[in-house]
């Protein structure tokens, strides 16, 4: 069984509608992380958090820590929103040691 | 501040050959982190580094090394290439907090190597 696991691994949407990314994870965490990776490979930090919610533009992010879950939203969704996210989870309490979901491909048209 | 910087962004080796990719972190940061990405495996950690010293280690086989220097650059080799090394290869920087808790990671474009 995968450390985190992540749904859905792909995802077409139209512009304007709102999106919902999960990610579940299995090990004990201090925080999660939420990356975006556009084709080319460079991958952005969008959210590192640890309880509650954060909110950055179009973007919000859950975490239920009771639960091991997670929710990367982002309303009014856009073309240049089309990216793979991915979430990911600091393995043995070193936060430079990533595990990683598989990633959540999402194509949004115009 | 300049972003994470990684050299070269690409390379093509052959097989047996071996390999050197350098990262430069962000100005102050002293935590590197590598990582390897294939569309088989997705991300998968490497190693970390923090003031010179190696952290952790991911599971890959003794031919993947790497290290750190006191400017915080860091470097990793792999050696007797094989196909299977051919990936994206990230590196990530954060500046550890000395009262501890999470970190972010800046992530450098990746050096993309294909291994023939």
């Known amino acids: 069984k995968n450390e985190v696991e992540q749904s859905p691994q792909n995802l077409t949407a139209q512009e304007g509608e709102f999106i919902t990314i999960n990610c579940s994870y299995s090990?004990?965490?201090?925080?999660l992380h939420w990356l975006q990776q556009h084709p080319g490979g460079g991958i952005v930090s969008l959210f590192m958090?640890?309880?509650g919610k954060k909110k950055h533009g179009r973007l919000i992010a859950t975490i239920n820590i009771q639960e091991k879950h997670s929710s990367l939203h982002i309303t009014a969704s856009h073309p240049r929103d089309s990216a793979v996210y991915i979430c990911?989870?600091?393995?043995?309490?070193?936060?430079?040691?990533?595990?990683f979901g598989k990633g959540t491909k999402l194509s949004v048209k115009p | 501040k300049a972003g994470v910087t990684q050299t070269p962004r690409y390379l093509i080796k052959t097989r047996g050959q071996q390999v050197t990719l350098s990262c430069s972190p962000i100005?102050?940061?002293?935590?590197v982190s590598w990582y390897q990405q294939t569309p088989g495996q997705g991300l998968q950690f490497l190693f970390e580094?923090?003031?010179?010293?190696?952290?952790n280690k991911g599971n890959f086989p003794g031919r993947f090394s790497g290290r750190q220097f006191s400017n915080s650059r860091s470097e990793m080799n792999v050696s007797t290439l094989e196909l299977g090394d051919s990936a994206l290869y990230l590196c990530?920087?954060?500046?550890?907090?000395?009262?501890?808790?999470?970190?972010?990671?800046?992530f450098g474009p990746g050096t993309r190597l294909l291994v023939l």
């Open positions: 090990v004990g965490i201090s925080a």
């Open positions: 100005s102050g940061h002293r935590s």
């Open positions: 990530a920087s954060s500046f550890l907090p000395l009262a501890g808790g999470s970190e972010t990671q800046y």
């Open positions: 580094y923090f003031s010179e010293t190696q952290r």
């Open positions: 990911a989870v600091p393995y043995g309490g070193s936060q430079g040691n990533l595990i």
């Open positions: 958090l640890s309880s």
